[in-house]
């Protein structure tokens, strides 16, 4: 299944619907620019590995691309593109100047040593430095990189244009100036907008329990910002299995406890009626809210039926198919969206650059602010979309984003 033809899909429905211009339209589901390379690294043992990098550069039309750098082993050209299409359709959705990107090399870190790691990222950066920069291409973290790898690429650009370029990419460490918010961005972002649709949807979502599909670093930070807020978080999984407390378990025990053992299943909660269950089985457990912040595909045509949520928050990028949307669609389960739902992370990505080019920084309640601000704003307009055009939110959000990427492409091309 190529992931990239289902972005085009939806690309394709909203803009049946919107009208768009097929001219708008030709230019959008086609990237700007393709970036593949060859890394060779010395690993520890003095052996020579070549690693596949590649960067796939969507729409500048509404300013810089921009979007994260996954380290994963199954990452491939096609699953770039579509991730770059959605950045572009997410910087619109959440209306900040940045355009759509992203990046991936073909390797499981985990099997490196920090060393290898930080030969591999920063020979990356040496490949694709003429490309990027804070007003070319800005990346950030995503599946399996993080601040540490963001600071060597930050350290290499610098070194390489002889001065300190701290915006060349966002999710820094705060130590060389990333932002404050950012780690737990992308899931505050999402939670304000469950938060207005639950709102918007008291009738329909009386109660307040939730299921959290992947422990990351979205998942493990939903898990406990909507157990803090009042939520019943009754499962929370990994990529080796899911625990399952019918009566409610402790986020943060279980991160620990991740920590501790490798695996969240077998961290069952001293006095309470937890068990282990698998992936497959918490996607159908019975309960109002299910996030979904793992990897693409998730939901699909084989389960999609049997699920049991009466809402579901895409954290990750893409895990619902289009088959599986209409499923859900047609169960009356509604479904918000990534390329709303996570854009948190990316707009306070945004903020990083911003305090990056004024050298001066905001506090972590300056950046909670804005950010609850921009994440409303985009709610209001994907929902009053919803309503007019009488479609999912997912369409809503298509529509809503490329309304503006029609008007700066049009603007900007006569
Ligand atoms: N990788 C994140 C995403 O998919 C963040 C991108 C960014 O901050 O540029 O939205």
């Known amino acids: 299944m190529s992931l990239f033809k289902n972005t085009l899909s939806q690309i394709d429905k909203a803009a049946e619907l919107m009208n768009l211009d097929p001219k708008v339209g030709s230019i959008l589901r086609n990237p700007e620019r393709i970036i593949e390379v060859s890394l060779p690294v010395k690993m520890d043992d003095g052996t020579l590995r070549i690693f596949r990098g590649m960067r796939v550069q969507h729409n500048s039309a509404r300013g810089p691309y921009k979007g994260g750098i996954r380290y994963h082993p199954n990452v491939d050209i096609d699953e770039v593109k579509a991730l770059a299409t959605w950045m572009t359709m997410k910087c619109s959705v959440v209306n900040i100047p940045l355009g759509g990107g992203k990046g991936g090399v073909i390797v499981n870190p985990k099997e490196l040593s920090q060393a290898e790691l930080e030969r591999l990222t920063r020979e990356f950066t040496r490949h694709i430095s003429p490309f990027i920069g804070p007003e070319k291409d800005v990346p950030a973290p995503d599946v399996y990189t993080n601040p540490q790898i963001m600071a060597w690429i930050m350290d290499e650009y610098s070194k390489l244009q002889g001065k300190n370029i701290a915006g060349v990419v966002t999710g820094k460490p705060l130590a060389v100036g990333g932002s404050e918010g950012r780690a737990d961005a992308t899931s505050q972002g999402g939670i304000f907008v469950l938060q207005e649709y ?40 990994d990529s080796k299995g899911a625990l399952y407390c019918k009566d409610g378990l402790q986020p943060k025990k279980a991160l620990n406890c991740k920590a501790e053992q490798g695996k969240v299943s077998e961290c069952l909660m001293a006095g309470q009626s937890c068990s282990m269950i698998t992936n497959e089985e918490l996607l159908t457990l019975e309960c109002d809210v299910l996030i979904l912040s793992a990897m693409e595909n998730q939901i699909h045509e084989g389960n999609a039926e049997a699920v049991n949520a009466k809402v579901i928050v895409e954290l990750a990028n893409g895990p619902i198919t289009p088959q599986a949307d209409d499923i859900l669609s047609a169960k009356g389960v509604d479904v918000i969206p990534d390329i709303l739902a996570n854009a948190g992370g990316v707009t306070v990505s945004y903020f990083e650059l911003v305090q990056n080019k004024m050298n001066y920084y905001w506090s972590s309640k300056e950046v909670h602010e804005k950010l609850k601000e921009k994440m409303c704003d985009a709610w209001r307009n994907v929902s009053i979309n919803a309503k007019k055009y009488n479609c999912s939110y997912r369409v809503a959000a298509f529509i809503t984003a490329m309304k503006r990427l029609e008007k700066a492409i049009k603007t900007r091309r006569g």
């Open 198 to 237: 639950l709102k918007e949807n008291s009738e329909k979502i009386g109660g307040k329990s939730v299921v959290v599909q992947g422990f990351g670093n979205a998942g493990s930070h939903v898990a406990h910002i909507l157990h803090d807020a009042g939520f019943k978080v009754i499962a929370v999984s």
